[in-house]
């Protein structure tokens, strides 16, 4: 074999080899996964989040702050978490419905930070008006922090 004919096997063997690296990682990576924070109701809204409809109309309170969503537009799933006034965590109460203990682990997300953050946590669900889709929702009384999320 001669010395052209091994570099160039050697060149095809590198090729092939960065190939095989490069679409592992991107297959392992997620391009369609968004991350997002706002500081308040008023930030998300000039952004345009509220438009999306990841966040159901019937959860979305002008007193949140420290809102963050995460979506993966895959998946077609969101989390999310925001503060509001105990005010208008009582109003949300009101319009979500208990989800039996025994189906609590089937909606948990797929999220350690997220499953420990809830998993301590009453977890209720909503089924919105405007898509007709489920929403799962726990809520931290001593925090008034909402949690949701829909897969």
Request: aromatic letters at 8%; proline letters at 2%; glycine letters at 2%.
């Amino acid at each position: 074999m001669s010395i052209l004919a091994m570099k160039q096997m050697k060149t095809r063997k590198l090729i092939i080899s960065l190939s095989t690296f490069l679409i592992t990682i991107l297959i392992s990576c997620n391009l369609d996964q968004v991350e997002s924070n706002y500081k308040d109701f008023k930030t998300a809204d000039e952004k345009g989040l509220f438009e999306k409809g990841w966040i159901p109309k019937e959860l979305v309170v002008e007193s949140m702050t420290e809102i963050y969503l995460m979506t993966d537009l895959d998946r077609n799933t969101c989390i999310f978490t925001y503060l509001t006034t105990e005010n208008d965590l009582e109003r949300i109460k009101t319009i979500i419905l208990p989800l039996e203990s025994k189906e609590t682990k089937k909606h948990v997300p797929q999220s350690k930070q997220w499953t420990e953050s809830i998993e301590k946590l009453k977890q209720n669900f909503i089924v919105t008006n405007e898509k007709s889709d489920t929403v799962f929702i726990a809520i931290d009384d001593s925090l008034n922090r909402v949690f949701g999320w829909r897969h």
